[in-house]
């Protein structure tokens, strides 16, 4: 949610005194791979937008969303809607 929210009203911090997107990288990092492109880029690059945004973090938030999806709907003991998409 809080990437979500990142994303949706972005604030832009100097790279020089991250705070909030500090925070994001510290919780997040481990759970996907950076951008292929900000990867292959010379320089150095701040984690949030540059190296968070890309296949691995599209992946992971649509796997978080289905794993979400079915914990809800077995909760509320109802059927669930998702179809399974298989690759």
């Known amino acids: 949610m809080r990437l979500r929210n990142a994303l949706v009203h972005f604030r832009p911090e100097w790279d020089d005194d991250l705070k909030d997107h500090r925070s994001l990288e510290q919780r997040l990092s481990q759970l996907f791979p950076v951008s ?12 949030f937008p540059h190296k968070c945004l890309g296949a691995g973090c599209a992946e992971w938030a649509i ?19 998702l179809k399974r998409i298989t690759t």
């Open 36 to 47: 292929a492109l900000a990867d292959r880029a010379k320089g150095q690059m701040v984690w």
């Open 63 to 81: 796997e978080s969303a289905v794993r979400f999806s079915q914990q809800f709907v077995n909760t509320l003991g109802i059927r669930e809607r």
